[in-house]
C-alpha cells in the first residue's frame, strides 16, 4: 500500500507539472495544477506516515518525477530530450537505487543492535 501510495504521489506531481506548462496558454489547467501539487504533497505524508524513510520517499518521488516529466514533455510539447539528458536520469535514479539500498542496510544495523546482536 505505501508503494501505491508513492506511485499515487509521483503521478499527481508529474500531472500538476505538465499541466504547468499547458495552463500558460489554457489558464483553466491552474485548477489542476493546484490540484495536482495539493494530491501529490497529501499522498507523500501518507507515505511518510506508512513509515517510509524521508530520503528514500523523496528520493524515489524526485528522480521518477523529473524522469517522467522530462519523457512526457518531450511526447507532449514536443521539447527536447538528448542522449545527454536520458544519461543524468540514469545516474539520478541509480543515486536513489543506492539511498533507497542503504536505507535497508541501516534499518538492519538498528534492529541487529537492538537485539543485542554483536
Not at 50 to 78: E, K, P, Q
Not at 84 to 102: A, P, Q
Amino acid at each position: 500500500m505505501t508503494w501505491l501510495l508513492l506511485l499515487c504521489a509521483i503521478v499527481s506531481e508529474v500531472a500538476a507539472t505538465l499541466s504547468l506548462k499547458a495552463a500558460v496558454t489554457t489558464p483553466a489547467l491552474y485548477i489542476v495544477v493546484v490540484g495536482g501539487y495539493l494530491a501529490s504533497f497529501v499522498f507523500l505524508a501518507l507515505v511518510l506516515k506508512r513509515g517510509m524513510g524521508l530520503g528514500v520517499a523523496y528520493g524515489i518521488w524526485g528522480a521518477i518525477g523529473v524522469a517522467l516529466t522530462a519523457i512526457l514533455s518531450s511526447i507532449i510539447f514536443g521539447e527536447a530530450f538528448t542522449v545527454v539528458m536520458g544519461i543524468g536520469m540514469v545516474f539520478i535514479i541509480g543515486g536513489v537505487l543506492l539511498v533507497e539500498m542503504g536505507s535497508h542496510r541501516a534499518d538492519d544495523t538498528a534492529d541487529d543492535a537492538a537485539a543485542g546482536a554483536p
